[in-house]
């Protein structure tokens, strides 16, 4: 398992946490979500390396922009 912490701008409800979690969800290997739109933090948690790119593209089709922390 391995886990990577992001930082997701735009974000200012539960709906948008909803949102960046189904988004994210749908990538091949993640387990575990943890996303705060207060903090404006996400961390993901998968059974194989995280490619980056995915979840800045998932982040992306949810509306919101991420950055590896």
């Known amino acids: ?9 735009g974000m200012t409800c539960g709906h948008c946490e909803a ?3 189904r988004e994210v969800g749908r990538i091949t290997g993640v ?3 943890d996303v705060s ?3 404006g933090r996400l961390v993901v948690t998968a059974t ?3 490619d980056d790119d995915a979840v800045f593209a998932a982040v992306d089709e949810a509306g919101y922009r991420a950055v590896r922390a």
């Open 48 to 50: 194989t390396e995280l």
């Open 19 to 21: 949102s960046v979690r």
């Open 1 to 9: 398992m391995t886990t990577t912490e992001y930082r997701v701008t």
């Open 37 to 39: 739109a207060a903090t």
């Open 31 to 33: 387990g575990d979500i």
